[in-house]
């Protein structure tokens, strides 16, 4: 009777084992992930879930290419099991924070930056020497998030990066990224039916942010308002831009939510522009708050700027 006892014992221990084989082994801990955006954040957790934990340096509601960098940052820097940046001159700040930690920052296994898995725009652009402006687009466009279709390999990128740090999570990693790309398809829907009346639009940016998503959906840039990214335009610049915009018929322009508002006010009132905000970030307002919502926001406020310029 003992000896059945210890068996059935036996026999329910390896029963429940098998049953909560998770128990038997604890799970492993989050990956420690550090964007330099809240749109590549968006991003890696979208394609992570629950088996990361991601920290965006810069916020949604500044200039990204003018950030401090903090101790508690460098901390997070310093721990990170990878580091997701957008690379090209879009982050100048980064450079100086990784020098700061020496050997301690991600090496180069850890360090992901997804300007390298897309078709860039505007690599003819000439450099400009950094004391003339210290975010040149010397290296191409690097707004490239903004094209939806791009989150295709910057997803593919980050699964397999951190397929590599979590080999046991891959096939999550792989699921999670469908996923994302069965709502982006369903967005890409929506958001070409709400622009394609209004294919071929000539619209004038504040900054030279919009160029991949103007691609994306038809529409023509017909200037920018900056002679060069981050410059602002001198008065006989700015008198001659209104001019054109007035003999183009030019009817809308895009600003940013950080731009400067006496800037958009004069260029709007001057040339009888509508001035639209779009969201060049996610989070940038609380109705952006994930990368589909972003353009969910972006592609309304435009459509309904160009509806009334009509």
């Avoid at 990878?82 to 930690?101: C, K, N, Q, S, Y």
Wanted: no cysteine; net charge neutral.
């Amino acid at each position: 009777m003992i000896r059945a006892g210890a068996a059935a014992l036996a026999l329910a221990s390896l029963i429940l084992v098998a049953a909560g084989g998770a128990a038997a082994a604890p799970p492993a801990a989050p990956l420690a992930v550090v964007a330099t955006s809240r749109d590549l954040q968006a991003l890696v957790e979208a394609v992570g879930g629950g088996r990361v934990v991601v920290d965006s340096l810069a916020s949604p509601q500044q200039d990204p290419h003018a950030i401090e960098i903090k101790p508690a940052q460098l901390a997070l820097l310093r721990s990170a099991a990878l580091l997701v940046r957008v690379g090209l001159d879009h982050e100048p700040w980064l450079r100086r924070a990784l020098a700061t930690l020496g050997p301690a920052a991600p090496d180069g296994t850890r360090d992901l930056d997804l300007s390298r898995t897309v078709a860039l725009l505007q690599t003819e652009t000439p450099r400009l020497r950094a004391e003339a402006a210290p975010h040149a687009h010397g290296f191409g466009n690097p707004h490239y998030w903004l094209d939806p279709e791009n989150a295709r390999p910057m997803t593919a990128a980050i699964a397999a990066a951190l397929g590599r740090l979590a080999p046991t999570a891959r096939d999550e990693f792989d699921a999670r990224r469908r996923h994302f790309l069965e709502r982006l398809d369903a967005g890409l829907l929506r958001w070409r039916a709400a622009l394609t009346p209004y294919h071929g639009a000539r619209v004038v940016t504040l900054h030279d942010t919009w160029t991949y998503f103007a691609a994306r959906f038809g529409l023509t840039i017909a200037a920018t308002v900056e002679p060069a990214p981050g410059v602002p335009p001198s008065p006989a610049a700015l008198g001659a831009l209104v001019t054109r915009m007035r003999t183009a018929g030019v009817r809308v322009l895009i600003a940013e939510p950080f731009a400067d508002p006496a800037l958009v006010h004069a260029v709007a009132a001057r040339s009888g522009a509508r001035a639209v905000t779009l969201v060049p970030s996610v989070g940038g307002e609380p109705d952006a708050g994930d990368y589909l919502a972003l353009f969910d926001l972006n592609v309304a406020r435009l459509a309904a700027a160009l509806e009334a310029a009509r």
